[in-house]
């Protein structure tokens, strides 16, 4: 999980209870990412929290105040005695290789003070690495270190017992490296198994692996995952009302949880299959101690939700939907909506389910808008504004109003807008289109005129609304005016060719064939690559019947553009009337 710098302090600030419940010893080496959501108070989007984002916070969490102790002794000791016997040595080299090598340990260090650095197995090793360069630097230095060495190895019976010794530790850590392994690829196969619906198979290939590693939650959950699934494809009416031979499943989840005590997942699944054998009570009292044990995981408040709406225990679903949503985000609104609607809740019993918050409050509504509620769903929107006053909710709510096709509205609430945020773009280019579809083209061409005033330093934007006015005119057929106020903006901004362009082309409209040539002939010096400037100018001379100048453009066109169907349908009409050769088309 990629985590922003707020939510980093919000973990490290939840990781400090955790420490504080557990000071010495910590929760266990690797432990943090099941530990963690018992103290998360902050959701992340519903998102997994893997690592603490701070090495000596994690570290702290795992092992305790006295682990973090020893990391810090070993830094100490590490730096001290190094550069203790760096700093008294004649050679030229080893200092500097000593020094360093401690400086990119200390990088490392500095890293790991904001991210999961040392949770990364190569950085991890880097920083071995590192330091133990930095040892060999600084034992080279001392006088008759070599020496010293073959002292202590100048008997055989010594160096037989270092052998021995080694031989022991390395045989000790591959056994020690190879169970996670072995473990690893047990479990993958009898995924596999699973996948394929060779129960026995996985069945086996799971016992292996819990041969090698009898406390794995993770395969003794998955195991009555599997028992249930092969149950559940035999499964009778009486058998799911007795629940016949359900005890070995539950075994087999109550064990999972067991071995991972802080993770709610397996409380989960053992709500699941109580709810999936008609056990309401003991399904409830799983999802409650999951949720009892990790307060931000929403899966469990969903389950119980809806164990409370078939019994009837409305105040009780309501509560417990909100809280998921609280957790789950605005993308699971409809979800939940369907099911209120669904066990006949109508919308004030929806509105009850839904956060006090602007974003909900917009989900709803959108929510109630593609069901055909179109009063309602404006209620909401205009209450979602209330609740969170930002130019971002008004940007929202215009949304709305434009995809429902309430141009009218969308006019009214444009206008409410702009008296509290006067500066937003994005709200007058809103209220000017909104004008538009109601028809009200001078209060549009006025909105248009401010946004061309406040981009005048900016020729490309200023220009796209000169064009806008020009558009609002010639949707009036008052052609004249359109290019009267292109002409203006020619005045201001004579280098910027999409208003010569626009000239031209109504210009066309208004019969006046050489002005119009004179202006794309203009627009193509100065956007030459433009394909559709050059399609429009051979037009135009086509139009003023100059065949082999448009010709010659049209070819210029598929140049840059090899796929432009219009020009090559151009060179075809004008061969077919006209007879011209036009080679290489």
């Known amino acids: ?232 494809q035999t499964d009778r009416l009486s058998d799911i009302k007795s629940c016949t031979g359900c005890k070995n499943i539950i075994f087999w989840y109550e064990k999972a949880s067991k071995a991972a005590p802080t993770n709610s997942s397996y409380l989960r699944k053992q709500g699941a299959f109580f709810e999936r054998y008609q056990k309401i009570a003991q399904a409830k009292k799983a999802y409650k101690e999951a949720i ?96 969170d006053p930002t130019a971002r909710n008004a940007r929202e709510h215009l949304n709305f109003l434009w995809r429902n096709k309430n141009f009218t509205d969308s006019v009214k609430m444009s206008k409410a807008y702009l008296d509290q945020f006067p ?20 209060q549009a061409v006025l909105i248009y005129q401010q946004l061309a005033t406040t981009f005048s330093d900016k020729p490309q934007k200023a220009a796209k609304y000169f064009i806008k006015i020009a558009r609002l005119y010639a949707q009036q057929k008052l052609y004249s005016k359109a290019v009267a106020v292109l002409h203006q903006g020619i005045e201001k901004y004579p280098r910027t060719g999409i208003l010569f362009y626009h000239t031209g082309l109504y210009l066309r409209q208004m019969k006046k064939n050489e002005d119009a040539l004179h202006a794309l002939k203009k627009a193509g010096s100065l956007m030459p690559d433009n394909v559709w400037v050059r399609y429009q100018l051979g037009e135009e001379y086509r139009r003023n019947k100059l065949e082999q100048e448009a010709l010659n453009e049209w070819k210029e066109c598929l140049a840059i553009k090899p796929t432009f169907a219009r020009c090559k349908a151009g060179i075809k009409r004008i061969e077919k009337e006209f007879g011209l050769p036009v080679s290489g088309q």
């Open 1 to 232: 999980l990629s985590i922003a710098g707020k939510a980093r302090i919000q973990i490290w600030h939840d990781a400090l209870a955790m420490i504080y419940d557990r000071p010495l010893s910590g929760w266990g080496p690797g432990t943090f990412s099941v530990a963690f959501p018992a103290y998360q108070t902050y959701g992340f989007n519903h998102q997994f929290v893997n690592y603490a984002h701070n090495d000596y916070v994690e570290l702290t969490t795992d092992t305790g105040i006295l682990g973090l102790a020893v990391f810090i002794s070993g830094l100490f000791w590490l730096y001290i005695s190094c550069l203790k016997k760096l700093t008294k040595t004649q050679s030229k080299y080893l200092p500097n290789i000593g020094v360093g090598s401690l400086a990119a340990c200390f990088s490392i260090l500095i890293h790991s003070v904001t991210d999961c650095n040392l949770q990364i197995q190569a950085n991890l090793f880097l920083l071995v690495i590192a330091a133990g360069i930095a040892v060999i630097a600084a034992d080279k230095s001392r006088r008759n270190s070599m020496r010293k060495a073959d002292i202590f190895l100048d008997s055989p019976t010594k160096k037989r017992i270092l052998f021995i010794g080694c031989c022991l530790l390395f045989c000790a850590s591959a056994a020690i490296a190879a169970l996670p392994f072995l473990c690893e690829q047990a479990l993958t196969a009898a995924k596999i198994s699973f996948r394929q619906r060779k129960y026995d198979d996985a069945i086996s290939q799971i016992d292996q692996a819990l041969f090698f590693n009898p406390d794995n939650a993770e395969l003794l959950s998955l195991k009555g995952d599997i028992l249930l699934t092969k149950r559940s």
């Open 292 to 387: 009892q044990l990790s307060p931000m995981y929403a899966p469990p408040y969903y389950r119980l939700a809806i164990l409370y709406l078939r019994q009837r225990q409305t105040d009780d679903a309501l509560n417990a939907f909100r809280q998921y949503l609280e957790r789950a985000g605005t993308t699971k609104v409809p979800q939940v909506l369907d099911d209120i609607w669904s066990a006949g809740g109508e919308y004030e019993m929806q509105k009850r389910a839904i956060p006090a918050t602007a974003s909900f409050q917009q989900a709803f509504a959108n929510y109630l808008a593609r069901n055909g509620k179109k009063e309602l769903a404006e209620q909401e929107n205009a209450f979602a504004f209330r609740q």
């Open 423 to 442: 500066e937003d773009i994005w709200i007058k280019e809103r209220y000017a289109v909104s004008l538009e579809k109601i028809k009200q083209y001078e």
